[in-house]
Nanobody
């Protein structure tokens, strides 16, 4: 079973940058598509970004497009989310997920597309 551990969260001022990471326990990391979701207090999970197993395809929520970049290093079993131009509304617990969904349509933006989940890392953006 895949174990996912996020890191890199913290406090940053609006307009600043932060990179969160998701480390996987398995050497089969490269076979999984990966995604980032986030959840603010009292709100539902929100899709942020996804990356195909090969790293060749990415997809972003409109709210973060142009500001966030998802990437992966399969040799390190790690996925990254580079967050630039952060806004207070980006404040949330960022959770990584892994799965083997078909990379079609918007299915990859749904939680049910993923099998494994991390515990999340807190990102707080101050105004």
């Amino acid at each position: 079973q895949v174990q996912l551990v996020e890191s890199g969260g913290g406090l940053v001022q609006a307009g600043g940058s932060l990179r969160v990471s998701c480390a996987a326990s398995e050497g089969t990391f490269s076979s999984y598509s990966m995604g980032w979701f986030r959840q603010a207090p009292g709100k539902e999970h929100e899709f942020v970004a996804a990356i195909r197993w090969s790293g060749g395809d990415t997809y972003y929520a409109d709210s973060v497009k142009g500001r966030f970049t998802i990437s992966r290093d399969n040799a390190k079993n790690t996925m990254y989310l580079q967050m630039n131009s952060l806004k207070p509304e980006d404040t949330a617990v960022y959770v990584c997920a892994a799965g083997t969904p078909a990379w079609v349509g918007r299915y990859i933006t749904t939680r049910r597309a993923y099998t494994y989940w991390g515990q999340g890392t807190q990102v707080t953006v101050s105004s």
